[in-house]
């Protein structure tokens, strides 16, 4: 046979739901001499959507991650979906409407029960110069103009507009008064959860056929597959590939040291709610010194702000976990409280938490490179996908399913993610006994399992929080352990629920996750 006939038959599938058991039967699956379409290294957002762009073709896929879904960068994101108006003001109109692009499909397609639209307001204080003011009101507009161009329509993200005095006042009631003369409004996607996002579609990936496999770490990368180790057991395997894609972000270069990039870390602040009373809207403060970068202050529906970001240079050995540093924390904290009237103070950081991005090597500073992504090639046949961004992860894993598909001589159908809704994605919209159901379930269940809500609440378990003022209830961690594929505290704390970003609730939690670990491991 030649290669081509071997491929492009779908694996009968085994359903979404990822688990301990039906881990341990694909691991053994992976490695017991068979040779397999394509071997994807990393399980963040982007390893997750090759995966699934490569079985929603036909391929028969494993994709490994030394760690969990979502363990690096794709969880230290600052929660939007961006739709590119940063790029589009450094004249990077490419990449700007590749962005807008995927936003549109992310927002009414593939994820519309985990990204809402969310207004960005920049107030326009003393400090933000009425040239600057006109400036950034012509970039508001070009991101009006992406916006329409890529058939986005104004039920999905409003268009930008001009803000009055009192408008600016009841979005942002703690905004500084002095001055104020008004504000602008775009608006964006903010996600529900990035790490949600990121489990989403390697359930989604899952259910055509693909071998998600945690804690699964490759030794030694080949064009042909990989020696693997399973760090539950220490048993160690082989992983037979037509084809192999590296998808492992910051750390692409320990895989495929030929692949040069330039990290940088983004370093965010975690606030409550209570600290930023009345806020419905994110608020956008102009750095000193720059033209388009701006601090963003997101409020989110779990009762928490988020404050970003940095963009620092990394040199040296990278870290499986950054740690934001005392000088950031200060540093975002003096700017917020130029655009408040009351700021909060150190004591009032509850979290934080900073991520590696995974910029190509070029000259200038880190926060002037593009966000571009790429896909290169090795000598050795590994095909690697570096650059780029959470919200065009989809675009990424399709480019990156191009490439390793010709270069292999694979058969298999075309890209189907753009049409591919993800697991949950059918929300309570319409009429009938499951829509209003779902209507009578808390808000935040169905805010971070969409359609599949109502399965979440049928297990039995509480849907109440799991402590006092913790966003997590009993009904999570449950399917955590037998749907989403958490293995121990940290998996359900930490990635399937956000509880970790505040180390208070994490300790509150952490006896409700015992539990659940203990009574469902399935």
């Given at each position: 046979?030649?290669?081509?006939?071997?491929?492009g038959?779908?694996?009968?599938?085994?359903?979404?739901?990822?688990?301990?058991t039906?881990?341990?039967?694909?691991?053994?699956?992976a490695?017991?001499?068979?040779?397999?379409?394509?071997?994807?290294?990393?399980?963040?957002?982007?390893?997750?959507?090759?995966?699934?762009?490569?079985?929603?073709?036909?391929?028969?896929?494993?994709?490994?991650?030394?760690?969990?879904?979502?363990?690096?960068?794709?969880?230290?994101?600052?929660?939007?979906?961006?739709?590119?108006?940063?790029?589009?003001?450094?004249?990077?109109?490419g990449?700007?409407?590749?962005?807008?692009?995927?936003?549109r499909?992310?927002?009414?397609?593939?994820?519309?029960?985990?990204?809402?639209?969310?207004?960005?307001?920049?107030?326009?204080?003393?400090?933000?110069?009425?040239?600057?003011?006109?400036?950034?009101?012509?970039?508001?507009?070009?991101?009006?103009?992406?916006?329409?161009?890529?058939?986005?329509?104004?039920?999905?993200?409003?268009?930008?507009?001009?803000?009055?005095?009192?408008?600016?006042?009841?979005?942002?009631?703690?905004?500084?008064?002095?001055?104020?003369?008004?504000?602008?409004?775009?608006?964006?996607?903010?996600?529900?959860?990035?790490?949600r996002?990121?489990?989403?579609?390697?359930?989604?990936?899952?259910?055509?056929?693909?071998?998600?496999?945690?804690?699964?770490?490759?030794?030694?990368?080949?064009?042909?597959?990989?020696?693997?180790?399973?760090?539950?057991?220490?048993?160690?395997?082989?992983?037979?590939?037509?084809?192999?894609?590296?998808a492992?972000?910051?750390?692409?270069g320990?895989?495929?040291?030929?692949v040069a990039?330039?990290?940088?870390?983004?370093?965010?602040?975690?606030l409550?709610?209570?600290?930023?009373?009345?806020?419905?809207?994110?608020?956008?403060?102009?750095?000193?010194?720059?033209?388009?970068?701006?601090?963003?202050?997101?409020?989110?529906a779990?009762?928490?702000?988020?404050?970003?970001?940095?963009?620092?240079?990394?040199?040296?050995?990278?870290?499986?976990?950054?740690?934001?540093?005392?000088?950031?924390?200060?540093?975002?904290?003096?700017?917020?409280?130029?655009?408040?009237?009351?700021?909060p103070?150190?004591?009032?950081?509850?979290?934080?938490?900073?991520g590696?991005?995974?910029?190509?090597?070029?000259?200038?500073?880190?926060?002037?490179?593009?966000?571009?992504?790429?896909?290169?090639?090795?000598?050795?046949?590994?095909?690697?996908?570096?650059g780029?961004?959470?919200?065009?992860?989809?675009?990424?894993?399709?480019?990156?399913?191009?490439?390793?598909?010709r270069?292999?001589g694979?058969?298999?159908?075309?890209?189907?993610?753009?049409?591919?809704?993800?697991?949950g994605?059918?929300?309570?919209?319409?009429s009938?006994?499951?829509?209003?159901?779902?209507?009578?379930?808390?808000?935040?269940?169905?805010?971070?399992?969409?359609?599949?809500?109502?399965?979440?609440?049928?297990?039995?378990?509480?849907?109440?929080?799991?402590?006092?003022?913790?966003?997590c209830?009993?009904?999570?961690?449950?399917?955590?352990?037998?749907?989403?594929g958490?293995?121990?505290?940290?998996?359900?704390?930490?990635?399937?629920?956000?509880?970790?970003?505040?180390?208070?609730?994490?300790?509150?939690a952490?006896?409700?996750a015992?539990?659940?670990?203990?009574?469902?491991?399935?």
């Amino acid at each position: 046979m030649t290669r081509a006939a071997t491929s492009g038959a779908a694996r009968p599938g085994r359903g979404s739901a990822l688990n301990a058991t039906r881990r341990a039967t694909e691991l053994v699956e992976a490695t017991d001499g068979r040779v397999v379409d394509l071997l994807v290294v990393g399980l963040g957002i982007t390893g997750a959507g090759v995966a699934l762009d490569a079985a929603a073709r036909g391929l028969d896929v494993v994709a490994v991650d030394a760690h969990d879904l979502a363990f690096g960068t794709s969880r230290w994101s600052s929660k939007l979906a961006h739709g590119g108006l940063r790029y589009l003001a450094r004249g990077q109109v490419g990449v700007a409407a590749e962005s807008a692009v995927e936003r549109r499909i992310l927002m009414t397609t593939t994820a519309p029960h985990l990204v809402q639209p969310v207004p960005m307001v920049l107030p326009l204080l003393p400090e933000v110069s009425r040239l600057q003011g006109s400036v950034a009101r012509l970039g508001f507009r070009g991101g009006d103009l992406l916006r329409l161009g890529t058939r986005t329509s104004g039920q999905v993200l409003p268009p930008a507009r001009h803000l009055t005095r009192p408008e600016v006042l009841q979005l942002l009631p703690g905004v500084r008064r002095a001055g104020l003369r008004g504000g602008l409004a775009t608006w964006e996607g903010r996600l529900e959860d990035d790490a949600r996002l990121v489990v989403a579609v390697a359930r989604t990936a899952a259910t055509h056929g693909a071998r998600v496999l945690t804690r699964c770490r490759v030794v030694t990368l080949r064009g042909d597959g990989a020696d693997v180790r399973d760090e539950l057991t220490g048993r160690t395997g082989v992983v037979r590939a037509r084809a192999v894609v590296n998808a492992t972000g910051v750390w692409a270069g320990q895989l495929a040291p030929d692949v040069a990039l330039r990290p940088s870390r983004g370093t965010h602040l975690v606030l409550r709610g209570r600290d930023l009373p009345g806020l419905s809207a994110a608020l956008t403060v102009p750095m000193p010194g720059e033209r388009n970068r701006y601090l963003l202050v997101v409020p989110h529906a779990g009762g928490l702000v988020y404050v970003g970001l940095t963009d620092e240079p990394v040199d040296g050995p990278l870290p499986d976990v950054p740690t934001p540093t005392e000088n950031e924390i200060a540093f975002l904290l003096d700017l917020l409280g130029t655009a408040l009237e009351h700021p909060p103070d150190r004591r009032a950081v509850v979290g934080a938490f900073a991520g590696l991005r995974p910029l190509l090597d070029a000259r200038g500073r880190t926060a002037d490179l593009s966000r571009r992504h790429a896909v290169l090639e090795s000598p050795s046949g590994v095909v690697t996908v570096v650059g780029g961004k959470l919200t065009t992860y989809r675009r990424m894993a399709q480019d990156a399913v191009d490439v390793a598909v010709r270069r292999a001589g694979l058969s298999c159908g075309p890209c189907r993610t753009s049409r591919l809704p993800l697991v949950g994605a059918a929300g309570p919209e319409g009429s009938g006994p499951a829509s209003e159901e779902l209507r009578k379930l808390p808000q935040r269940l169905v805010d971070r399992h969409g359609s599949e809500a109502l399965a979440v609440a049928r297990q039995g378990e509480s849907t109440r929080p799991v402590a006092p003022g913790v966003d997590c209830t009993a009904a999570d961690l449950a399917w955590g352990v037998t749907h989403e594929g958490a293995l121990d505290v940290d998996d359900l704390l930490d990635r399937r629920t956000r509880v970790g970003l505040v180390a208070a609730d994490r300790a509150a939690a952490v006896p409700a996750a015992e539990h659940a670990l203990a009574a469902l491991r399935v």
